[in-house]
């Protein structure tokens, strides 16, 4: 499960399949080929991540691309399977996530505030991408057909908004609870 720099003279990522993945890897693209290639990216302009990182790829998430976990000393990083998907853009969308979760195994890298951010300009400066704190689908890279879809809407029976939420909560389950924060309405499912 290491990962080293040194990706030329040891084996490869091993990438975890966690369940249902198996399947549907063959229309996927490869997480680990992707994964190294972004490392040789930071390796070119001196950038060093950290040497024990293991990738997996998250089956469910799909309003979170990309996470980045610290367990002891080393880090697991979670892409989600939406971005190993062919319609997506492999640049702005899979190694744009990949290097955003790289960057958290940076020392003194795990929140979104300066040594992160001041790497992520510099990359963005060498190669163009556009690395920003957020990694979520409502920028643009995923395809609205391949987005979650809300399973609830609460209406503001005020201004109209909607508000959409993909799982439960206390706001789904008793809106009459809840108001409006742009206008102060009342709330109410009507999805
Ligand atoms: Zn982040
Ligand atoms: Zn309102």
Aim: glycine share 6%; charged share 25%; hydrophobic share 35%.
């Amino acid at each position: 499960m290491l990962i080293s720099r040194l990706a030329n003279s040891l084996p490869g990522p091993r990438i975890i399949h966690t369940r249902q993945t198996a399947d549907l890897l063959p229309k996927m693209r490869n997480l680990e080929f992707y994964a190294l290639e972004c490392m040789s990216e930071l390796d070119a302009i001196k950038i060093k991540y950290s040497p024990n990182i293991s990738f997996v790829i998250n089956t469910r998430a799909k309003a979170r691309l990309g996470l980045c976990k610290k367990i002891g000393n080393s880090y697991v990083i979670e892409i989600s399977k939406i971005l190993l998907d062919e319609h997506i853009d492999v640049k702005h969308g899979l190694k744009n996530t990949i290097i955003h979760e790289l960057l958290h195994t940076c020392r003194g890298c795990m929140k979104h505030t300066g040594k992160w951010a001041e790497l992520a300009a510099k990359v963005n400066a060498a190669y163009g991408y556009n690395i920003k704190r957020a990694t979520n689908s409502s920028d643009g890279i995923i395809p609205p057909r391949l987005q979650a879809q809300p399973k609830y809407i609460i209406l503001c029976t005020g201004c109209q908004t909607e508000i959409t939420r993909i799982r439960r909560s206390p706001l789904v389950d008793n809106p009459q609870n809840y108001r409006c924060a742009k206008c102060g309405g009342k709330l109410e499912r009507i999805k």
